[in-house]
Nanobody
Framework: QVQLVESGGGEVQPGGSLRLTCATS????????FGWFRQVTEKEPEGEGV??????????FYADSVKGRFTISRDNDKREVYLQMNNVQPEDTGIYYC?????????????????????WGHGTRVTVSS
C-alpha cells in the first residue's frame, strides 16, 4: 500500500525555521521525483508548487517566492523527502503536501488528483505568525 505521510508543520514566528518530512512506503522510492505543494485557500486543493526534487536528486526546483530560503532533499535509505524552511514569512502559511506519481518528473505539470497512479500525503499545516 502506497503511503506518503507529512510531518513537521506547526506554528512559527517570522524569521524562524521548520523542517518538513515526507515519509513514504509501498513503492520503489528511489526512482520517483517528489514535489512539495502548498494549499493556501480551500479553492485550490493541494495548492501551488513550492519545490521539486528529481529522482536522482541532481535537479531541484523552487518557486520564486521560496528561492534562497527553502531547501528540498531526500534520503533514499530512509525513504524520506524533506523541505527545510528557513526565514519563513507569513505568506508561507498553508497546508504543505508532498506528492509524486507514476512516471512523473519535475518538468511535468503537478501530479493529478489522488488516484492509483497519483500519490499525495494528507498534508501538514504551517502557520507563520507573530
Amino acid at each position: 500500500q502506497v503511503q506518503l505521510v507529512e510531518s513537521g508543520g506547526g506554528e512559527v514566528q517570522p524569521g524562524g525555521s521548520l523542517r518538513l518530512t515526507c515519509a513514504t512506503s509501498g513503492f520503489d522510492f528511489t526512482v520517483y521525483a517528489f514535489g512539495w505543494f502548498r494549499q493556501v485557500t480551500e479553492k485550490e486543493p493541494e495548492g501551488e508548487g513550492v519545490s521539486c526534487l528529481s529522482a536522482t536528486a541532481s535537479s531541484g526546483f523552487y518557486a520564486d517566492s521560496v528561492k534562497g530560503r527553502f531547501t528540498i532533499s531526500r534520503d533514499n535509505d530512509k525513504r524520506e523527502v524533506y523541505l527545510q524552511m528557513n526565514n519563513v514569512q507569513p505568506e508561507d502559511t498553508g497546508i504543505y503536501y508532498c506528492a509524486t506519481a507514476l512516471r512523473w518528473t519535475c518538468w511535468d505539470e503537478r501530479p493529478g488528483p489522488r488516484s492509483e497512479d497519483n500519490w499525495w500525503g494528507h498534508g501538514t499545516r504551517v502557520t507563520v505568525s507573530s
